[in-house]
């Protein structure tokens, strides 16, 4: 069964360093999607990505975060300056949309760690 | 701003249980709900969509079903098993752009 694969599976980064988070979409999906998860909270949203380029973004998605879909098939996140605060579980998302329906597959996350 | 949240926050039944979990949203304007699993430090698993003209869908021992008016969808769980451990949440998505806005979740506990 097709699924959305994320890497690294953590990463540990100082504050102040960029980095890129990876994922690889179900191939034919053409939305794709960033959620985070800080420890004991609820999954937020992030952005939404559509036809190379962003369809919706949050207000924690600020100018320190970016995406990309440099090929047919990756889909990057990239946080420029890292902050204590940008701990959290990263989750890649893809669907395709049926209608008014999208069915939202997730990847296994990556678990980001600034120390 | 839609707002979701789900009741219990935790449960622990015995085996062989049929329980509910709860899922509420403010804004009933929605596209669908998705019901996800989540197991300790890992993804989500899609378990059940519902679309926003459906009223209720099942796989297997999992029946969902959705109120749009009241703005609740539950999760019924027949006969559960240690397996069915885990966290679940509620998403439900209501942007023409796929955000979803999830809620706290409900930790469930099956005791052998």
């Known amino acids: 069964e097709p699924e959305v694969t994320q890497t690294p599976s953590h990463q540990v980064t100082q504050m102040g360093q960029e980095v890129i988070l990876r994922c690889v979409p179900i191939s034919n999906h053409l939305y794709f999607y960033w959620y985070r998860q800080i420890l004991g909270q609820k999954v937020e949203f992030l952005v939404s990505?559509?036809?190379?380029?962003?369809?919706?973004k949050s207000e924690i998605f600020d100018d320190q975060f970016s995406v990309e879909r440099p090929d047919g098939s990756n889909f990057t996140l990239k946080i420029r300056s890292t902050k204590l605060e940008d701990s959290a579980m990263y989750f890649c998302a893809s669907s395709l949309r049926i209608g008014l329906i999208y069915e939202q597959y997730f990847g296994p996350g990556t678990r980001l760690t600034v120390t | 701003k839609q707002e979701v949240t789900q009741i219990p926050a935790a449960l622990s039944v015995p085996e062989g249980e049929n329980l509910v979990l709860n899922c509420s949203f403010t804004d009933s304007a929605i596209y669908n709900l998705q019901w996800f699993r989540q197991d300790p430090g890992k993804g989500l698993t899609s378990l059940l969509l519902i679309q926003s003209s459906q009223r209720e869908q099942t796989s297997g021992r999992l029946n969902a079903s959705l109120d749009k008016s009241s703005g609740r969808s539950t999760l019924y769980i027949a006969a559960s098993q240690p397996g069915d451990s885990a966290t679940y949440l509620c998403?439900?998505?209501?942007?023409?752009?796929?955000?979803?806005?999830f809620g706290d979740g409900t930790t469930l506990t099956v005791k052998p």
């Open positions: 998403a439900v998505l209501n942007t023409n752009a796929g955000k979803s806005t």
């Open positions: 990505f559509y036809n190379n380029e962003i369809s919706e």
